[in-house]
């Protein structure tokens, strides 16, 4: 079993985008700029956002966080993304979710310009994607897109099975995977799927995405297949610290003794993630000063 290390990738990756910054500075540019939005105080998202903003500098990049209260309304909240769309310094820009309930997430993605929309949300981006067409690609399916491509995992006539069919995750991965450039066979099970380990038993590559800790055992995985974990839950844990252990979709220990790769968690695909965001803004600043 080898290990797919997100961390390893994430440097490389930043090590790339810093070279960009750093020659795009000798042409007198400016370098590129995130900002992240986050509503509320989700102890998770203060996690990504922050660390979204660390590895953004490590690149070289311009970035800041704007912090507002849960009780912020959903007018409030579009005018403050109309503020960023206009703002020619800010080259892209992501709202993190979950955000309150009363506010409408799809509506604020959609109020997102598509051309800074680097978490690849909104609508038109979306319906790029499941045509082919160049667009922001959601930052977990790029990145695991991206691990699969730098360790040299073909896809191409592979059976792949993903587990979870979420707007972020499972159902833009599974339009990926299925594209000409991938040419895998795609199986996208969830929740209602009858005989679920009828189907992962059959699968090259596994990319389990439902958010259940665990949920993926030995007895699931045919032996020698890829497993692709991009689940990411806080289990309570008074051993800890901080009060919780991290746990993703796959129940590491057994799994890991029969497949041929897997992702560890955390160190996997959370790290990847934040690459292809931080490949997103690059992409919306060459679109940019390319014009
Ligand atoms: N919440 C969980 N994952 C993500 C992500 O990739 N982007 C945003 N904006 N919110 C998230």
Known sequence: MQLL?????????????????????????????????????????QTYVSSKEKNSAACGFTSR???????LTQEQLINEIEKLNNDIEVDGFIVQ????????????FDAIAPDKDVDGFNTLNTGKLTKGMDSFVPATPLGIMELLKR???????????????????????????????????????????????????????IIAALGQPEFLKAHMVKEGAIV???????????????GFRLSGDVKFDEVSAKCAYITPVPGGIGLMTIASLLQNTMKAYHAKFEN
């Not at 997100?6 to 985008?17: A, N, P, Q, V």
């Not at 979710?97 to 604020?108: E, G």
């Not at 000409?180 to 590559?205: F, G, M, W, Y």
């Open 5 to 45: 290390d997100g961390k390893k990738i994430l440097s490389e990756i930043i090590e790339e985008l810093s070279e960009q910054v750093k020659a795009h500075a000798l042409k007198g540019q400016r370098p590129p700029c995130l900002v992240a939005v986050l509503v509320g105080d989700d102890g998770a998202s």
């Open 65 to 71: 966080i704007l912090r507002f209260e849960a009780s």
């Open 97 to 108: 979710s979950p955000l309150p309930k009363h506010i409408s997430a799809q509506k604020i």
């Open 151 to 205: 360790y040299k995992i073909e896809t191409s006539g592979k059976h792949c099975v993903v587990i979870g069919r979420s707007d972020i995750v499972g159902r833009p991965l599974s339009i990926l995977l299925s594209l000409p450039n991938a040419n895998a066979t795609v199986t996208l099970c969830h929740s209602r799927t009858k005989n679920l380990e009828q189907h992962t038993l059959q699968a090259d590559i």
């Open 228 to 242: 692709i974990d991009v689940g990411i839950s806080r289990i309570d844990d008074a051993s800890k610290k901080n």
